[in-house]
T-cell receptor, first 111, second 117 residues
Framework: GEDVEQSLFLSVREGDSSVINCTYTDSSSTYLYWYKQEPGAGLQLLTY?????DMKQDQRLTVLLNKKDKHLSLRIADTQTGDSAIYFCAERYSSASKIIFGSGTRLSIRP | GAVVSQHPSRVICKSGTSVKIECRSL??????MFWYRQFPKQSLMLMATSNEGSKATYEQGVEKDKFLINHASLTLSTLTVTSAHPEDSSFYICSATLDRVSGNTIYFGEGSWLTVV
């Protein structure tokens, strides 16, 4: 079945690294995404990774994919107050274009 | 700039009336558009997949007669919430894709906040 799971909350201290985890069930997922949603706003694509990759780095963001365990993580280095948002993990099936979203992880930053 | 535009961004309507939300792809032709709904503090749930010139494919549990989707052209899809009720109040967001294969060409609109009073 289609299922993407994330923990609901994460609190980190400013300047530390944040690691947001996600698990998915469909092994045929071709693309996995991380989106950011700030309060009252739409979705912002942060990064994505193809299923044949293990890691992708983009400035402060590092995505790790463990395809065997169907586990995806997003690491934000040097977390800042502007990183406060909800982060959604999403997967896209290879046989269709629809994207299935996780429940979102609310990241809060403490001083 | 935005490659997918939604309008209106916020709308308030009276219970029992219908409201239309537009989703436009800018500078590209979208073969497929998707409509999502997000309840407060929850994830986005796919409502339907809309292909230009054909009937939309609705996800299980979504009432097709209540949420009318029209994809009349390659740049425009509309979602009409008919006979709206307060429980329809939600954040509706569309996305558009160029084709069925390319994974990184899915663009989201800014979303539309619907409040039914």
């Amino acid at each position: 079945g289609e299922d993407v799971e994330q923990s609901l909350f994460l609190s980190v201290r400013e300047g530390d690294s944040s690691v947001i985890n996600c698990t998915y069930t469909d092994s045929s997922s071709t693309y996995l995404y991380w989106y950011k949603q700030e309060p009252g706003a739409g979705l912002q694509l942060l990064t994505y990774i193809f299923s044949n990759m293990d890691m992708k780095q983009d400035q402060r963001l590092t995505v790790l994919l463990n395809k065997k365990d169907k586990h995806l993580s997003l690491r934000i280095a040097d977390t800042q107050t502007g990183d406060s948002a909800i982060y959604f993990c999403a997967e896209r099936y290879s046989s269709a274009s629809k994207i299935i979203f996780g429940s979102g992880t609310r990241l809060s930053i403490r001083p | 700039g935005a490659v997918v535009s939604q309008h209106p961004s916020r709308v308030i309507c009276k219970s029992g009336t219908s409201v239309k939300i537009e989703c436009r792809s800018l500078d590209f032709q979208a073969t497929t558009m998707f409509w999502y709904r997000q309840f407060p503090k929850q994830s986005l749930m796919l409502m339907a997949t809309s292909n230009e010139g054909s009937k939309a494919t609705y996800e299980q549990g979504v009432e097709k007669d209540k949420f009318l989707i029209n994809h009349a052209s390659l740049t425009l899809s509309t979602l009409t919430v008919t006979s709206a009720h307060p429980e329809d109040s939600s954040f509706y967001i569309c996305s558009a894709t160029l084709d069925r294969v390319s994974g990184n060409t899915i663009y989201f609109g800014e979303g539309s906040w619907l409040t039914v009073v």
